[in-house]
């Protein structure tokens, strides 16, 4: 991008900093009319015919400019995914301790892949963990939307979950635990 000297061409489409079109003006009186009201001439468009400059202020331009990506970012939508594995068989408190971080990842609006693997002779208790994925699902869907049902890909349970809006997420396994008094006596 071009500012005031560095314009190169003879006339240049002006615009004025009030937004108003100069017209068609040699780049040195629009260079001029910048210096007097003490903005800059900026070239917004250089491969027009003739090429279109607009008289700012380049710092102002510069932070409106970063200000308009920051808030276009701040708009996208995150597409992490997190992965936690389960086994058929799981221990209860291991159990929720994973499900209270897949509670957390949807959440924050992350996608969350879960699987259940089979190891061994686990491989017969199929039925068992496809059994466990519908309980998941079913525990976890305050939070998520299950984007299929789970399936047995080779030696593990897959199931992809996908955050439910904003407005409608919830929590329910992880509660805030209240706070211990400090329990003894003062001697």
Do not use: W
């Not at 939307?145 to 047995?152: M, V, Y």
């Amino acid at each position: 991008m071009r500012i005031n000297g560095r314009i190169r061409v003879r006339e240049v489409m002006a615009i004025g900093p009030d937004g108003a079109p100069l017209g068609v003006v040699p780049t040195a009186k629009a260079l001029a009319i910048a210096q007097t009201h003490g903005l800059d001439l900026v070239e917004v468009s250089p491969t027009a015919n003739p090429p279109v400059c607009k008289i700012l202020d380049f710092g102002k331009y510069l932070y409106e400019l970063a200000k308009r990506e920051r808030e276009s970012k701040k708009h996208q939508i995150s597409s992490k995914l997190k992965e936690l594995k389960f086994h058929v068989n799981t221990d209860a408190h291991d159990f929720m301790v994973k499900m209270r971080h897949a509670e957390d990842f949807l959440f924050k609006g992350m996608k969350v892949k879960l699987l259940i693997v089979l190891r061994g002779r686990e491989m017969m208790l199929q039925d068992a963990a496809l059994q466990k994925a519908r309980r998941i699902i079913a525990e976890l869907e305050h939070v998520a939307t299950a984007d299929q049902d789970p399936k047995l890909v080779g030696r593990n349970v897959n199931i992809m979950l996908t955050p439910l809006p904003v407005q409608r997420r919830s929590r329910k396994l992880t509660a805030e635990e209240p706070e211990e008094e400090p329990s003894g006596t003062v001697a």
